[in-house]
């Protein structure tokens, strides 16, 4: 029953990924789809590891909110750090104050702290560059006095949608 909790909701994210207008396929049987799409979510379903805990369906709607929630919380931060990044560029004059700051990473899941790190590399002008044992994070920074004010807000921030995607 649990394979099938997986499986089904990842068939329906295929289908609604691999759908086409019905013009497109008035030529062609939508059966092979189907059962490519029946296989492939079984199949991920099997690779997947044996949960220990049933799937929660009253979690999914946390779930889905708090993940476009870091999404769009990811993006602004990769334009507003662009912006920073393209700004220095352009204007060699203005003062930076390139270093490492730790930042604590404050999420007791693996994977959170895998998402949080990922985050703000992608940020322009961050990059993590160790993990240690208890969850601090070294980030290189293209200027450590902004970086530290902002650094614990904006961890924060992602610490409380990442508790609601992954744990």
Excluded at 8 to 21: H, N
């Amino acid at each position: 029953m649990a394979r099938l909790q997986i499986a089904l909701p990842l068939f329906l994210i295929y289908l609604a990924l691999s759908s086409k207008p019905a013009e497109e396929t008035a030529n062609h049987s939508p059966i092979p789809n189907l059962v490519f799409g029946a296989f492939l979510a079984i199949g991920i379903s099997l690779l997947l590891s044996d949960r220990r805990q049933p799937f929660n369906w009253s979690r999914f709607i946390p779930f889905l909110i708090g993940l476009v929630r870091y999404a769009l919380l990811v993006i602004v931060d990769m334009f507003e750090s662009a912006i920073q990044v393209a700004q220095i560029v352009l204007n060699p004059k203005l003062p930076i104050n390139p270093g490492i700051i730790a930042i604590d990473s404050g999420c007791k899941n693996d994977l959170a702290m895998a998402l949080s790190a990922h985050a703000i590399t992608l940020t322009p002008g961050e990059m993590v560059v160790a993990i240690d044992e208890s969850g601090i994070m070294y980030t290189h920074t293209l200027n450590i006095a902004r970086s530290k004010e902002y650094a614990e807000q904006a961890q924060e921030q992602r610490r409380s949608l990442l508790s609601k995607i992954v744990e």
